[in-house]
Each structure stands twice: as C-alpha cells, then as structure tokens.
Nanobody, 126 residues
Framework: QVQLVESGGGLVQTGGSLRLSCAAS????????MGWFRQAPGKERDFVAS????????YYADSVKGRFTISKDNAKNTVILQMNSLKSEDTAVYYC???????????????????WGQGTQVTVSS
C-alpha cells in the first residue's frame, strides 16, 4: 500500500513557474514508478509525466516536454514536478500516481496506476 499526498499547487501568471510535490508513505517507494496526471474542468484526465522507480528514466507528454521536469528522491519518498513557462491550458487539478512497474512510453495510461493522491489545483491566469 502506498499513500500519496500532493502539495504545491496555486495561482500563477502565464509564463510563471510552480513546483509540485508528492509525498509517499511506505518503505518500498523506490520500487514504484510514479506518474503525474491532470484533469481540467469538463475534460478527461490527461497524462503529464512519469518516472521509473530508480528515477533514471522519464517520459513526458508532448504538451509539456521542455517545460516540465519530473524527478524522484527515493531517500525522501518524494516526487517533484517542476513546471516552467506555464500556460493557461496547464490549468487543472494535478494528481500523482504510483505503479509497480515501469512501462516507458506506455506509462501514460492511467489504469496502470493503482495508487492516487487527492490532487492539487493549479491555476494559470493570463
């Protein structure tokens, strides 16, 4: 079992930055690959980024590539999503999720993740 708690959301202007954190419980955090997803009002949940259990491999949605960076600190049981050059279309509730295997370019499927956090709101104003 893994419990996930996101933090760091808020209101930011277009072009600004935010740093989201996801704190995980459990002693086996390093065995879990992690993902970030987001859901805007009235839209389906979308994949944002994922990272392998070791933190050495990453995968990004095209819409955030070059602007967002995912990282994993297994010593602190934390996953970070650094978001730069934010756009209004990045506005959404952001969720972190955990899965027991690394799927590489296939890690953008939400049903692969067994554990989810409660989400944190990110609002980008123009």
């Amino acid at each position: 079992q893994v419990q996930l708690v996101e933090s760091g959301g808020g209101l930011v202007q277009t072009g600004g930055s935010l740093r989201l954190s996801c704190a995980a419980s459990g002693r086996t955090f390093r065995t879990y690959a992690m993902g970030w997803f987001r859901q805007a009002p009235g839209k389906e949940r979308d994949f944002v980024a994922s990272i392998s259990g070791s933190g050495t491999m990453t995968y990004y949605a095209d819409s955030v590539k070059g602007r967002f960076t995912i990282s994993k600190d297994n010593a602190k049981n934390t996953v970070i999503l650094q978001m730069n050059s934010l756009k209004s279309e990045d506005t959404a509730v952001y969720y972190c999720a955990a899965t027991t295997a690394w799927y590489g370019s296939g890690s953008d499927v939400g049903s692969l993740y067994a554990y989810w956090g409660q989400g944190t709101q990110v609002t980008v104003s123009s």
